[in-house]
């Protein structure tokens, strides 16, 4: 039974965690959700993924329960790294993946949260590393993104105390992109997900390659990179709608072509 659900609207695919009364990230769940990557590589038309959880949360963290059943050190590792890797195919994804975020997104969930590449949160969300808290340390790449996001004398507070900061919070921090009333999340989250969809597909999958330069000293590597995209770009027929339509004071009908 699927731990999860996909649905393809207008190029955006929406997939849900629904594994109550937590979306505890299983190894089911995960490979559920390996698989719907799968299915959106091979669906040319699909240009955003809204990533949600079902019920009361994003998700409340990794299946504590499936921890006991792990014999030693390198179950465990071995777990660890078959986490990461999905979450690294999800940062490295060649078109965005938006996570909305209510209820809360602790520990593997704020790891999964984190490996994409928006975040749209609930005000009231609870974000947080709890792992401390249990005696164990985030595994699913914790300790690496969240300095990236707020700094490492936040990420060091977050993960030492395991106290969970809000969505208006994370925000604040810059773990967040925007929050909003819990009400209103999953309507602002879609909106989000299809302006982006509305864009040439070409031009979307350009700047999810060009963008993590950014991270890495390679700074002239992605400059040039740039301005190989931006010529390419120009000998796209969607180029030519896009600059046609502004000059006609129209919007565009890109064709991904």
């Known amino acids: 039974m699927s731990t999860l659900t996909m649905q393809v609207k207008e190029h955006v695919a929406e997939i849900t965690i629904e594994s109550p009364p937590a979306n505890a990230l299983s190894t089911h769940i995960l490979k559920d959700l390996s698989e719907d990557l799968d299915r959106v590589e091979q669906d040319p038309s699909i240009k955003a993924i809204l990533l949600k959880g079902e019920g009361k949360f994003f998700s409340a963290g990794a299946d504590i329960k499936e921890f006991t059943s792990l014999q030693d050190a390198s179950d465990y590792q071995s777990l660890a790294s078959k986490g990461q890797q999905l979450f690294n195919r999800i940062e490295n994804f060649h078109i965005p993946v938006i996570a909305a975020i209510h209820g809360a997104a602790l520990g593997g969930g704020l790891e999964l949260a984190m490996a994409c590449h928006i975040r749209y949160v609930a005000e009231d969300a609870k974000l947080g590393l709890p792992e401390l808290n249990l005696g164990i340390i985030p595994g699913f790449a914790g300790t690496q993104r969240l300095p990236r996001y707020v700094g490492s004398a936040k990420a060091y507070e977050m993960i030492l105390t395991g106290v969970p900061i809000s969505g ?46 950014a991270h890495t000293p390679q700074f002239n590597e992605g400059i040039n990179a740039e301005a ?30």
Not at 185 to 201: D, M
Request: hydrophobic share 40%; net charge negative.
């Open 228 to 257: 190989e995209a931006f010529g390419q770009v120009f000998g796209n027929e969607d180029a030519k709608e896009g600059i046609q339509a502004f000059i006609e004071k129209r919007k565009p009908n890109f064709n991904d072509q």
């Open 168 to 213: 208006a919070e994370a925000v604040t921090a810059g773990l967040a992109n925007r929050s909003f009333p819990s009400e209103e999340l999953f309507q602002e989250a879609v909106k989000l997900a299809h302006a982006i969809a509305s864009k040439s597909g070409p031009t979307i999958q350009h700047v999810m390659k060009l963008v993590p330069y």
